[in-house]
């Protein structure tokens, strides 16, 4: 997944530049002050061990495996992640990675706004993908049927990308692994 958000954050750095050249300075209660690119100034990444507790040790009957978490960034930019595999016997896995934007908020609204803003529904033998909500905010699901293999990525408050990955579990299940994260929590997590 940090390889896919490398390569999602080069590119949409680049589009924020371009879009944000036409946009006035914002100001709201939630979004914070913006500035030309439509980055928030004032939104600093959460410490990544405030985003590690939301990642408990078990989920259902499911042991952590790994838990990592971190923050990195470069001109002014910073990204805080945590990071959490989970395993059961027969070869059943979960991981969910949070990942914290903070004064990147355009480019997590992007990144996923291309499958949450757009009505997607799709559907073939094997498995679909379509737009979604989880507990009132938006995301996107796809289900392979065949590799039993699931995604669910959800954007909360406009700066954490959540995302799960799952492998011989079902899509419900892998929902009620990410009730379990507490979204509602991890909206207020500053």
Known sequence: MRTLLIKSFTSFIA???????????QQSENTGSVNK???????????????????TEKLN???RTILKGGKSGAGGFTISTAEASYKRKGNQLVKIEIIDTGNLTSVSTMTLAGRTMANIKKENASGYEKTTEVEGFKAFEKYDRVSKTGILNVIVADRYLVNTESKNISIGQLKEFLKAVNLSKLKETK
């Open 15 to 25: 589009m924020i530049f371009v879009i944000g050249c036409g946009e006035n300075n």
């Open 37 to 55: 690119a439509g980055n928030r100034k004032d939104v600093k990444s959460a410490d990544s061990r405030k985003l590690e507790i939301l990642l």
């Open 61 to 63: 009957d499911f042991e």
